[in-house]
């Protein structure tokens, strides 16, 4: 079972705004680089899902994983253990339901350690994700982030 490393970053342009999420992921001397962007969402959500996103891609289960991040959301929901208390009382009044259940799916396919890294700060893969995230949030007609979406059409952001 081989290291894969992967940075990731989210980016909104307006909170919520149009967004877009960048990652890298490094195994051995693989590189793969992912952006994806969206009209409507939240910087939250796209460093969420750029961790998602990457964490999908890898074919190999379980693979164990290193998560560069600069978000303290994701991280620290992590690391901290909230991510799992939330869940067990059902997410109440908590946003980002819809990826945050997806993430657990996914998190649990691996073996998963997360790393909390200052943003703009020099660090050449951070700021990579940075440009893909910034890029892909700046393309034109974007899709629709659909859970951020549907649930602020319903007036329900925390479902």
């Given amino acids: 079972m081989?290291?894969?490393t992967i940075y990731t970053d989210g980016?909104?342009?307006?909170?919520?705004?149009?967004?877009?999420?960048?990652?890298?992921?490094?195994?051995?001397?693989?590189?793969?680089?992912?952006?994806?962007g969206f009209r409507l969402t939240?910087?939250?959500?796209?460093?969420?899902?750029?961790?998602?996103?990457?964490l999908e891609l890898i074919k190999s289960?379980?693979?164990?994983?290193e998560v560069y991040s600069d978000s303290k959301y994701v991280v620290d929901a992590v690391e901290k253990k909230w991510v799992f208390n939330w869940e067990k009382k059902g997410f109440?009044?908590?946003?980002?339901?819809?990826?945050?259940?997806?993430?657990l799916s996914i998190y649990r396919?691996?073996?998963?350690?997360?790393?909390?890294?200052k943003g703009h700060a020099g660090n050449p893969m951070n700021e990579r994700c940075?440009?893909?995230?910034?890029?892909?949030a700046e393309q034109e007609n974007l899709p629709a982030d659909e859970g951020y979406?549907?649930?602020?059409?319903?007036?329900d952001l925390f479902s």
């Fill in 2 to 4: 081989s290291l894969i």
């Fill in 11 to 36: 980016a909104a342009k307006g909170n919520p705004g149009n967004g877009g999420y960048g990652a890298v992921l490094l195994a051995g001397h693989h590189k793969k680089e992912i952006a994806e």
């Fill in 42 to 54: 939240t910087n939250n959500r796209m460093e969420l899902l750029s961790v998602i996103k990457a």
């Fill in 61 to 65: 289960k379980p693979s164990t994983v």
């Fill in 92 to 103: 109440a009044k908590k946003k980002n339901v819809d990826l945050w259940k997806r993430f």
């Fill in 109 to 117: 396919q691996h073996h998963v350690t997360f790393h909390w890294v």
């Fill in 130 to 136: 940075d440009e893909l995230a910034v890029k892909a």
């Fill in 149 to 155: 979406e549907l649930l602020q059409q319903k007036g």
